[in-house]
């Protein structure tokens, strides 16, 4: 299994260009999730989704998009990107296993976007 | 609204010395916790968590509900421990993660 793959590997943006964060999972889990990292700071859900067709927003969705046509693809889109959304980008994945068995998450590799 | 907090953003000790992260959180349900790990140019993955109650590369971290507290801790750390830490939290059966703002550990030789 390849895990969580994110792409592309780094972006440079320019204020008000629009781009998209492919994230694609082979675990066939159901649990996506956007998390942003920004420097010196914990991890912040974006958005996610507890199964194809169902999405939701998380802690700091304001900019951002997302869709999940099917089990293994999440990506995520800045429609008009601003420069407070410089950040790390990282993608994950689980598959709940129940109320005593909890939730172990699986992370890509995580993305740097600039935006200029 | 559920909150984790690492008071420490740099923690620094020397190999063989005893080493804590804190993580305090704040839930008013019935929480689990975990310890995720980031290595230098490695994916952020999972240390322990808490419902197994297991002992993962010398590291433990107790859940005390008391104190709201799961610090994790090891007796002698070593250099490969450097890493940065994150302690995170879900409700029990949910899919949510909320993590700390992390704390780099560094191990001198």
């Known amino acids: 299994n390849a895990g969580v793959t994110q792409t592309p590997k780094f972006r440079i943006l320019k204020i008000g260009q629009s781009m998209t964060l492919q994230c694609a999972q082979d675990?066939?889990?159901?649990?996506m999730y956007w998390y942003r990292q920004d420097p010196g700071m914990g991890l912040k859900l974006i958005y996610y989704?507890?199964?194809?067709?169902?999405?939701d927003k998380g802690e700091v969705p304001n900019g951002y998009n997302v869709s999940r046509s099917t089990t293994e693809d999440f990506p995520l889109r800045l429609e008009l990107a601003a420069p407070s959304q410089t950040s790390v980008y990282f993608c994950?994945?689980?598959?709940?296993?129940?109320?005593?068995?909890?939730?172990?998450?699986?992370f890509g590799d995580g993305r740097w976007l600039t935006v200029v | 609204a559920q909150r984790v907090t690492q008071p420490e953003k740099l923690l620094s000790v020397f190999k063989g010395a005893p080493v804590e992260l804190k993580c305090n959180y704040s839930y008013s349900g019935s929480p689990e916790l975990f310890w995720y790990v980031q290595y230098s140019r490695q994916r952020l993955q999972l240390l322990l968590r808490h419902i197994s109650r297991e002992s993962i590369k010398g590291f433990t971290a107790d859940l005390n509900k008391g104190e709201t507290s799961f610090h994790l801790k090891k007796p002698f750390a070593q250099e490969e421990d450097s890493a940065m830490y994150y302690c995170?939290?879900?409700?029990?059966?949910?899919?949510?993660?909320?993590f700390g703002e992390g704390t780099q550990l560094t191990v001198n030789p």
């Open positions: 994950a994945s689980s598959y709940s296993q129940g109320k005593f068995g909890g939730n172990t998450i699986y």
């Open positions: 995170a939290l879900t409700q029990t059966s949910g899919s949510r993660l909320t």
């Open positions: 675990m066939n889990h159901n649990y």
């Open positions: 989704s507890v199964g194809a067709g169902i999405t």
